[in-house]
């Protein structure tokens, strides 16, 4: 027990002890900035379908387990930002990590330092939140209280090197290399790309663009399985409206049911709708669908003509919010 809570401490130490170094790149006590910020986000939630592993719900991630008074997250956040250096760790604690993270750094939703090379260039390493999505993992970042089954197979974390380049106020461009897909530890001796463009031509507009490249089989497995997965974004806010909308799609080698030489493909997509309509009161909608027949990224099951098949799923969610 010792020696794991010194694990999550670690973190941390390393963390301050380099912000404290790294004052001395900054041009002034102004140009470098500290922040120290929390989250908590607390649920009771009731469900008919709590037949998962840890008697969590289906698609386990946002308030995960029925008749239950939970912490969805609880999280510590330590930002420093230099001229020259900048750095981030997140801790947090509650069901979604419980659920839905990595087992190896559980407790760790960030952690990476960075260096300016450029102008308009950073370069950063160690663990990142995805790069990858059309919505955000945590409550607070989606128009509903739970995240769609096309956002339930995206990868949630990452670990490895990312380039940012900010060309202007409109654009930024960030390359990848990591170490897997959704997995802070890599499984084998390969590494994988991915990249994130974002274009914001307005303060009301976002719409961007990501995938991922790579091959997580481990190394003890001779067939190879790479994977090419897209997607694709639309964000929305003026006024009263709010819009969240993107597609999937992905492909893999010698994935197919039906002939396992061949490429799978995968295709799911999601839009959510927002709309204030009287003072502190909003209604919102999403529709979903997630088509996966050759489960290679959900899983195989029998359907009811006795055929393999992977999740063929769809889905609508409604929801009135104050606040």
Request: aromatic residues 16%; contains cysteine; glycine residues 8%.
């Amino acid at each position: 027990c010792i020696m794991r809570r010194y694990g999550y401490a670690l973190p941390v130490f390393l963390f301050l002890l380099f912000v404290h170094n790294s004052q001395l790149f900054a041009q002034s006590k102004d140009s470098a900035k500290i922040r120290i910020s929390g989250y908590i986000d607390a649920y009771y939630a009731l469900y008919n379908d709590s037949v998962s592993r840890g008697n969590f719900q289906k698609f386990p991630t946002i308030s995960p387990i029925s008749n239950n008074f939970g912490v969805n997250i609880a999280q510590l956040q330590f930002k420093y930002d230099g001229k020259n250096v900048r750095g981030q760790v997140i801790l947090h604690y509650g069901d979604i990590p419980k659920s839905a993270w990595a087992s190896d750094f559980n407790m760790i939703q960030k952690a990476h330092i960075g260096v300016r090379i450029s102008k308009k260039a950073w370069i950063d390493a160690g663990f990142f939140r995805t790069h990858f999505g059309t919505e955000g993992l945590l409550p607070k970042e989606n128009i509903c209280s739970a995240v769609s089954i096309n956002t339930f197979y995206e990868p949630y974390f990452e670990s490895g090197a990312r380039l940012e380049y900010m060309p202007n106020s409109k654009w930024a461009i960030d390359l990848y290399v990591l170490n897997g897909y959704n997995m802070f530890t890599d499984n084998n001796k390969k590494k994988s790309i991915g990249v994130l463009v974002n274009y914001n031509p307005n303060e009301r507009v976002n719409v961007g663009y990501s995938n991922y490249l790579g091959d997580d089989t481990p190394d003890s497995v001779k067939t190879s399985h790479f994977r090419i997965h897209q997607n694709v974004f639309f964000n929305y806010n003026k006024n009263k409206v709010t819009l969240q909308a993107g597609g999937d799609f992905c492909m893999q080698q010698n994935s197919q049911l039906a002939n396992p030489s061949k490429w799978a493909n995968m295709f799911s997509g999601v839009a959510s709708l927002k709309y204030n309509f009287v003072g502190n009161f909003s209604v919102y909608g999403r529709g979903e669908f997630f088509n996966d027949p050759d489960g290679f990224m959900s899983t195989v099951i029998i359907d009811k003509k006795g055929q393999l098949t992977g999740y063929k799923l769809s889905g609508v969610t409604a929801g009135l919010e104050y606040a």
